[in-house]
Structures are given as C-alpha cells and as structure tokens.
C-alpha cells in the first residue's frame, strides 16, 4: 500500500522531477494552454494552482512572490502571475486550470491531455462561499425595495379621503335628484277648489 507517498514519481530522479514541474509550470503560466501526458498534467495541476494563490496574495506581499521565485524559472512570468493571474481569479475560489483528455500518441501510444487555464468568468454555481450567497441576496433586496418605492402605496388616511369623496358625491347626487323632482311639481297646474266636478246628466 502507497500510505504517505503522495504524488507520481515519473520514473525520474527526484532532482529530474523537480526541474521538469518547475519548467513546465513556468511555460503553463506564460503560454496558458500545453499539452502533455495525463500523469504529468495532473501533477502539473497542483502546482500551478498553489503559485495563482501565491499570486491571489497581492503585488505588495513580498513573502508571496519569493515563494513563486522558488519554483518559478522567469522573474517576467513571477510579475505575471502578480499583476494579471492574480486578479482574474480573485474571485473565483479554486479551479484556475482544466484538463481535457486527447488521443493517444502515436509514437508509444501514452495518453495525452491539454491542461489549460480557465478563461470564463466566474459564476454564482461555481461561487458557493457565504460572501456570494450575501452579495447575491444584497441585490434581490435592492430590487424588490426598488419595486415597492416605485408603486403608489395607499395609506388610511388616503383610503378615508377616498371614502369622504364618494360619500360627498352621492349626497350632491341624491339633493339634486330631490330637488329636480320638487320643481317637477311644482310646475304642474292645481285644479281650483271652487269647481267642483259637472255631473252627467241621464
């Protein structure tokens, strides 16, 4: 059993190894896309991932940028890593490559693979920490405040107004109904009280 012997030994020497992961994560981080084999792009991942939190640190963290001269062959990739990798992911919490299996090689017939930097922005799946879910939330509650100050909210004052009005206007209604009735008979002629009605004769 392999208990505590983590990584691939690449049938190479330790000091071999060392140089070809670090020369290989030198070209990754310049060329942002190689291709290589399966096992060695896998252990190419890690390393890689460790140096753009490195670089996630910030340009002013001196600490940060001599730890990525230790692996990192190129003073120019190092300010790379600082001053452009590093705030493309600063939002994103881990993930910076992606590998993509190809075919087989010809000559000796080992899988080979295309690891390659993550371009695409980061979305709210991929963002599962609590800042996003509280930023997210932030702006649904904008929204809807926004909603709720643009429509006309009716208070009780405005509701009795509302009443006060409509009840006015039927009282207006019903004088004018009544007095319009009174004139009416007031226009029609009475019969005199000294005629009294002609009896027929038989």
Known sequence: MRHRHKGRKLNRTTSHRKALLRNMVTALLDLEQIE???AKAKELRSITERMITLGKRGEDDLSARRQALRVIRSK????KLFNELGPR?????????RIVKVENRRGDG????IIAMVKEPVTFKDMKHKRAMLEEEAKLREAS???VEEEPVETPEDVEAVEVEEAAAEEAAVEEAT???G???????EAPAD????????
């Open 36 to 38: 290589t084999t399966d």
């Open 76 to 79: 120019k990739i190092v300010a």
């Open 89 to 97: 992911y600063a939002d994103r919490p881990g993930g910076y490559t």
């Open 110 to 113: 080992a899988h080979l693979s």
């Open 145 to 147: 405040e926004r909603k």
């Open 179 to 181: 007095a319009d009735k």
């Open 183 to 189: 004139e009416a008979v007031a226009d029609e002629p």
């Open 195 to 202: 005629e009294k009605p002609e009896k027929k004769e038989d």
